[in-house]
């Protein structure tokens, strides 16, 4: 894996400009989707703004950190936290006009965040020269690591826990973008079909309700 110094400058793959703006756009809707979950278990502003921080940047900071890219984007770069902040505003400043938010939407949002991180995170590892396990590990990770913090600070337990084929998901989706890669698909259409397979997976789970086996408890 190439040195951290070289985080911001991939040396092949998805333009940095590409990865830049998939990762910006997955911020936001994380954030938004966090801010939304915030307002419906009654938090105040303050706790709904730490809530779309939270969700907003979680999983690229993990992913940031075990790629050694320190100090991690979302710390480096004002546009991260900007826009985790500006979507927290925007929940705060429509939720009371819109009313209560329908659980469809959040869904929807959720799956999109984690689609759009699974990508950018698979990418981002592929384009440091991370082997090919690594990068399907951190895609998914990426994806699933600020909802599992948002559901932290509720003090629930994680989606990814209990969701309906939920990491999975975002396995599936860093899968589909590691086999378009390897078979020679252009990196922005492999990673667009990741998005899809990935984003797709999740909503078919929730709208038909696939589960995976529970283990029976003692």
Known sequence: MRPASMVDAPARGMPLMLLTAGDLAGTLVFAVEGALTAARAG???FGVLVLA???????????????????????????????????????????????????????ALDAAGLALF????????????????????????????????????LARVP??????????????????????RRVGVPAVLAASLGAVACFGLRMLAVLLHWRLPSVPGQ
């Not at 925007?90 to 959040?106: D, E, H």
């Open 43 to 45: 938090l105040d502003v």
């Open 53 to 107: 921080f939270a969700t907003a940047l979680g999983g690229g900071l993990v992913r940031d950190v075990l790629l050694g890219a320190v100090p991690p984007l979302a710390i480096r770069d004002w546009r991260y936290a900007t826009t985790a902040f500006g979507g927290g505003v925007l929940v705060v400043l429509v939720s009371g006009p819109l009313g209560q938010v329908p659980p469809t939407l959040l869904l």
């Open 118 to 153: 699974t990508v950018t995170g698979a990418s981002k590892a592929l384009s440091l020269g991370a082997p090919a396990l690594t990068a399907l590990l951190l895609g998914a990770m990426t994806g699933v690591g600020g909802g599992t913090l948002r559901d932290l600070l």
């Open 159 to 180: 989606l990814v826990l209990r969701a309906d084929v939920y990491a999975v998901a975002a396995l599936v989706g860093a899968g589909v973008l590691l086999v378009a």
